[in-house]
């Protein structure tokens, strides 16, 4: 299985997805994962995984800040409501 450590700055929202729907309320002192990087340096992340690969994401204060954000977006919209392009057209 391939390891791949992701920084705040290159989330996708695939991986976002994971993020929020594995830790829906945030993550927990639990959750964080510790390990040394090449340069030695400790390094603090929380885990995702898909079939193939496992998703250590750097913690920092923005990821936080986006995951509670993406979710909130996500909840804004209703998946029964339908998306009329003039609508948005009218509105650019």
């Not at 705040?8 to 927990?28: C, F, N, Q, R, S």
Request: net charge negative; hydrophobic share 35%.
């Amino acid at each position: 299985m391939k390891r791949v450590i992701v920084e705040y700055a290159k989330l996708t929202t695939d991986i976002l997805d994971m993020l929020v729907e594995k830790y829906p309320d945030g993550y927990d002192y639990e959750d964080i994962i510790s390990f040394k990087n090449a340069k030695g340096e400790t390094v603090k992340a929380v885990e995702v995984k898909t079939e193939d690969t496992i998703y250590l994401v750097k913690i920092s204060s923005k990821l936080e800040q986006t995951m509670e954000d993406y979710a909130e977006d996500e909840d804004s919209f209703d998946e029964d409501e339908d998306l009329n392009v003039d609508d948005l057209e009218d509105e650019i």
